[in-house]
């Protein structure tokens, strides 16, 4: 039986807070445009991206709440590169290590003694042993550097050095083939001619390898720049406004003068 009474308490009002505060980021009912995002940009920054799953991309720069929906081809071509590129730049670096050290050997195969010639090499003349060498070094390194931190400055530095770099080895290949063909002579020294033949032959093969390895890692290079350059869709995440999300619960219905009680 519902009973009213008449009270001189003075009239208490009680409100209930708001167990599920409204986000921070993103006011309710407010709804950000559909836009677009380069991640060239974003990796200028000097943060690069990150990827998740295929088709999706996060990065800090962002507000919470978007989306960046991202074409699996970009970041395919992202993660290939950065797996590579170590690879491919290691191996570049190690090809010029061994191309400084081939060179310096082939150097004591150039002395004469009186009237007995030693290897006759147009490469060693050149220096292509020596600066090929530096050269496939420092396009090792910026591979590296550029896989490690994805700034499209250095991607695009790793592809110029690359390209410079497979121009230098193709012209290596063609003073050592001219090395092997010049070198055979009756005054020369037999032993030094054989030993400086290998080394040139060794050289060959490292610089095919390096024209090879270039051609790779400029064509992965060209994929990320390409690929990075195009935009991103973002597309925010819509919050709808609950009736538990008000800011305060609205106290039980009280009777003027009156407080209501179940007994």
Known sequence: ??????????????????????????????????????????????????????????????????????????????????????????????????????????????????????????????????????????????????SKKLSPSLIKSSLGMNIVSTFFAFIGVILLLVDVSINGLPNQDYWAVLSGKGIAAMLIIFSLLEFCTNCTTAYFAKRAITKTNRPVLVIPNVYTVSPLEQGVFSAPPRNDGHLTHAT
Request: aromatic fraction near 10%; charged fraction near 5%; glycine fraction near 14%.
């Open 1 to 146: 039986v519902m009973s009213s009474q008449a009270t001189t308490q003075p009239r208490m009002y009680e409100t209930v807070l708001n167990p599920y505060p409204p986000n921070s980021t993103m006011a309710p009912g407010f709804q950000q445009p559909v836009g677009f995002i380069h991640l060239g940009n974003q990796a200028q920054s000097g943060q690069p991206p990150f990827l998740g799953s295929p088709g999706i991309i996060t990065n800090s720069h962002q507000g919470q709440g978007n989306t960046q929906v991202v074409n699996p081809a970009i970041a395919t071509a992202i993660t290939n590169f950065r797996e590579e590129a170590k690879i491919l730049g290691a191996i570049q670096i190690m090809i010029g290590l061994m191309h400084i050290g081939f060179g310096t050997i082939l150097g004591f195969m150039y002395t004469i003694y009186g009237s007995v010639w030693g290897f006759a090499s147009l490469a060693l003349i050149s220096g292509y042993p020596f600066w090929g060498g530096i050269s496939f070094i420092t396009t090792g390194t910026l591979s590296i550097l550029a």
